[in-house]
């Protein structure tokens, strides 16, 4: 496999997993009824959207194309947050854990390609993933921060 090929790979799993949190923030912003947390939610759509097109873009700098949608473990987990978020009493609360649990999930994916040492990224590739992966924590702070005052 051809290293830019290796480095595209690694990309588009990414934007899969950008295409998730999209559909799956989107999703979430729809079932909670508390405004600041709804503000939130719509706010991470939007940064998941960029995140999409400045990968995409990336992807296409390499000389391949960029995946078109999400993934069905992606799929799953929104099914899983339909059904919980009917289930339990404080809806807004379960979707933030969703919510953490999926940023969670990103940073390794970011973190696992920002720390493999059998692929040097070029410099533009690393700081617009650096850049994504700070802002994923940022949410992932916010969020748990949100968790703690509507438990």
Do not use: C
């Not at 997993?17 to 709804?38: F, M, Q, R, S």
């Amino acid at each position: 496999m051809k290293y830019t090929e290796k480095i595209s790979n690694k990309l588009n799993e990414l934007l899969e997993k950008t295409y998730d949190a999209e559909k799956g923030y989107k999703l979430a912003a729809e079932k909670v009824e508390v405004p600041a947390v709804k503000e939130f939610l719509n706010d991470k759509v939007k940064q998941r959207y960029t995140f999409g097109h400045e990968l995409k873009t990336e992807i296409r700098e390499y000389g391949e194309l960029p995946d078109k949608g999400g993934s069905f473990k992606g799929d799953l987990h929104r099914t899983w947050m339909n059904l919980t978020s009917t289930l339990t009493g404080n809806e807004t609360e379960r979707i933030l854990e969703e919510v953490e649990r999926g940023e969670k999930a990103s940073l390794e994916q970011y973190d696992e390609i920002l720390d493999d040492k059998e692929m040097t990224l070029p410099p533009s590739t690393e700081q617009l993933l650096r850049s994504q992966r700070n802002a994923i924590q940022a949410a992932l702070n916010t969020s748990k921060m949100y968790e703690s005052i509507v438990s």
